[in-house]
């Protein structure tokens, strides 16, 4: 079976340096030198000043909620994975839906401002399949109404914009994922960053029980801590990324060669792509319904991400969105990932092109 995706391995020698480490420290979890030493190495990586690791995305959301002190209504993208939605609801948020612009995917700033009240307390944008939001048109309607500008990058791991900053730079905080199927990963895990040094400080608070030192419990928190296994991962997964870049990018290129253009997304024009999904929009239902048939049939697995759109869940107030839903029906993910071989990209194209 091909896959629609693939978790890295690193090299078995590289991760067991660091296993190594692990077993002559006794140090399993409880940021831990390893915990520490990938939080440095990624800060680095992504040129952010302040990261913190924590034990996955979804908890990465729900404790920046709580420390930029969310309130009320959010206003978020219905085209994302149901972590975004299910996060605020979760917390006891209220989702409001924008509906995205087609050629995006993401918000659609036009409709924004004409959404916001004054019960809307923050705005949660997608960068979804790692394609970057308008980052600056989102920062100034955030000023202007004094919002919270949080956004969901876990799919943004090393996207830049055309100022050359990563897109983790921008905005009040943002997160990441780095579940197994990211394109860096610690197996589960996730990131939380913000340029405010107090938004850090009281979500490293929120993630340790509430706990500031030995015997002081500042107040309630849950544990979302990352553990030393997970680091290691994350270590050696990073010792490859250079390779891993590269070959999403043959990946994804010679998908770009194969497929009829008119499936295809148009490029983000001011970010980097980085590889991580690879998205076609097809002409209808039936057709996504067809093709990932006749795809499956053949071995090879596609996934409808993201499909429902958001606003459809059985946990929120319908709020129509008929672009989201409209590209939800029609929008299929091809298999993407380090080793993907190109004789089945053409087999997965051919088949493709035949039924689209
Ligand atoms: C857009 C988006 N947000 C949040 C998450 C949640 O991340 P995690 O799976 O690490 O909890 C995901 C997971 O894939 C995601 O795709």
Known sequence: MITVTKPYLPLRRIFEKYVDQIYSSNWLTNFGPLEQQLTEKL?????????LLVSNGTLALQVLYRALNLKGEVITSPFSFVATTSSLVWENLVPKFVDIN??????????LESSISSNVSGILPVHVFGRAC????LQEIANKHKLKLIYDSAHAFNVKTSENKNILSYGDASILSFHATKLFHTIEGGAIISKDNEVIKECKKLINFGITAPDVIQGLGTNSKMNEFSAAMGLAVLEHIDEIMSERQIVYEYYTQLINPELLLKPITYASNNFSYFPLILKDENTVLNISKKLLANGIQTRRYFYPSLN??????YQ???VSENIASRILCLPMYVGLNKIDQLKIANIINDLA
């Not at 800060?43 to 990261?51: A, G, I």
């Not at 087609?102 to 700033?109: A, E, F, K, V």
């Not at 308008?134 to 048109?137: F, L, S």
């Open 102 to 111: 087609p050629m995006s995917l993401n918000l659609d700033i036009s409709l």
């Open 312 to 317: 459809t869940l059985n946990y929120v107030k």
């Open 134 to 137: 308008d980052v600056w048109e």
């Open 320 to 322: 129509p969105c008929p």
């Open 43 to 51: 800060k680095e990586f992504l040129q952010v000043d302040n990261l």
